[in-house]
């Protein structure tokens, strides 16, 4: 059965690739992708009845072939997977894309849903390299002078940090004999700790690249900040590609228990939260600072984590899906004004409720989710990411949150102010508009359902407890206070600081890139090997 | 450690040496190219031991004396989608000389990124 969800999407979009290209074939698409949907709810609620779906590849058992398992967390994914990729076709509705954007984008759905079911070393290799080639050329599709010098940036430096990770393969291989996960998982337990460093290591190496951690972000801004790379695929960049990084990390934590180093991801999910952050603060490009605003996210998500703490962990899972909701709507949301105002840049944006009150109220639900107001879905998962944190990483991480409310405020900043008539913009489509509420009204629905939709997709059972709710409303509304102050006399107007033109100018070129991955395996290395 | 592992460790490296020092897009290809075949030749190398035979042909009468086909498979794939990815380079590289004229990457940076929004 599983082996269908990785392929009916290709053999779909083959099939319209080949016998239509009017629109009525993106309408057929878009209905297919919605009744895949349901095939996908279907899976969860078989996974939350067997506990687990396996299908044999092949109807070779055992260990001889491949195998693809899916438990709760996999189905979870999986659905998400596919709600999104309906929201964003249903947002590329109106979009003039040529038909090879509709074929590459439904590969790409199926390979995601193949990494998120996978449990096979090999496997996972295959399908990341095949997806790295799938979004360079999504990419570079206009042939704009950008897209194909950063295009060729990310297809090269991606191959470097995946030969790292075959080269992990071949170790596990050598040490146990199988490329399955699981079983692998059992045979590592009873090894010797020192043997398991250097595959740890170089997998983790690969894991971190893909999931655009400190020091290896640099490709995820570069890519998304493309101008004229179409927004349906910045947007799945940083909503699923990088979770599907994310996902391997957690599986690979549990593969490599005995030397797994939860502390060194705990510091380096702050720090990569911290400096994404300080980044995104600084940007005057829309959709760069959306890209660094995701690598804070992703920070956050690996430092909750890493934590220790059955609380914090599902938290996490929780705010991966959240995150992916809402950093989906804001980048169509850019995308749109990108194509109201024929510019990125934020200074010269404004008074977006004047000119288009329901994409105003889209951005301000996005922001409540990104930024953990109450009743939103960023306030569920951040509450239990901080609940299992001690004093010390609870502070870094209220700051972590008055940073991404700053951020929110330049984004919010928009919304205000005089519209130039000057633009002469494109009205928006409406199937747009209705794709980005839908994600607005998502947000929303997972911050009143919190509790129910995390026991569905995780089956735990956690209470948010009435004195913690108050509690972090207090913090929160403090952060918004000195946010809000911050912004009005620090950062407001068109204020153009030194430091921040120099942190915008911080570009790591090919050479910088292959130098911070050498650097990140010598420095797990050295963390694993020497200091347990 | 045998020589099979060393020797694709070492090979690895300077690959990632020349990565990280080389100016010229070329080049970083060849040094991308000799990472991957140093992965292939330790993967291959680490299932090797001498007087094994083929799987291919044989009685499998003794298994111990026939080298393990798997490894070698998953390099085939391996080597297809090296091939696959340095093709998609040279193509992507073809389009950035005739434009720029030039394979260096700084050079090449600077003339992609300038006034980009008329691309």
Known sequence: MLTYFVLTPIVIAVFLYLFSSNKTSRIIAIVLQAVFTGFAVYLLLQTRQLGEVITFVGNYEGLLGVVLRADMMAAAFVLLTTVLFLVVSIYSLHEDNSKLFWLLMFIWEGILIGIFLSRDFFNVFVLAEVATVVVAVLIMYDKGKRSMFDGLVFLMANTVAIQFYLFGIGYIYFLTGVLDMQVAAAFIANLDREVLILPYALLMTAIAFKAAIIPLYSWLPKVQGIPRAPSAVAALLSGLHVKSAIYLFIRFQDVFAPVASTEFFLIIGLITAVVGVIMAVSQVDIKLLLAYSSTAQVGLIIAGLSIGDAYSYIGSLYHMINHALFKVALFLIAGVLEDMYGTRDMRKINGIFKKDKYIGIAIVLAILGITGAPLFNGNVSKYFIMSGADTVVNTVMILINLGTILVSIRFAAMLFGQADESFVGKKTAKSSDISIYFLGVLCFVGGIFGEEIMSFLFNVHFQMSFYGFIEKLIILTASWIVGLLVYRYVLRGDRNYKIFRRIRAIDLNFRGICFSIGAFFVVILAVVGFLY | ?119
């Open chain 2, 1 to 119: 450690m045998r020589m099979m592992e060393i020797v694709p460790i070492v090979v690895f490296f300077m690959g990632m040496f020349g990565l990280m020092t080389s100016k010229n897009i070329i080049k970083s290809i060849a040094c991308l190219v000799l990472l991957e075949m140093a992965v292939i030749v330790f993967i291959l190398g680490l299932a090797f031991r001498t007087g094994i035979l083929p799987p291919v042909g044989q009685s499998l009468e003794n298994v111990y004396s026939v080298a393990d086909p798997l490894p070698q498979a998953l390099m085939i794939t391996a080597i297809i989608i090296g091939l696959a990815v340095t093709a998609i380079d040279f193509t992507m590289i073809i389009n950035l000389v005739r434009r720029y004229k030039s394979t260096d990457w700084d050079e090449v940076k600077a003339m992609s990124t300038e006034n980009f929004d008329e691309c």
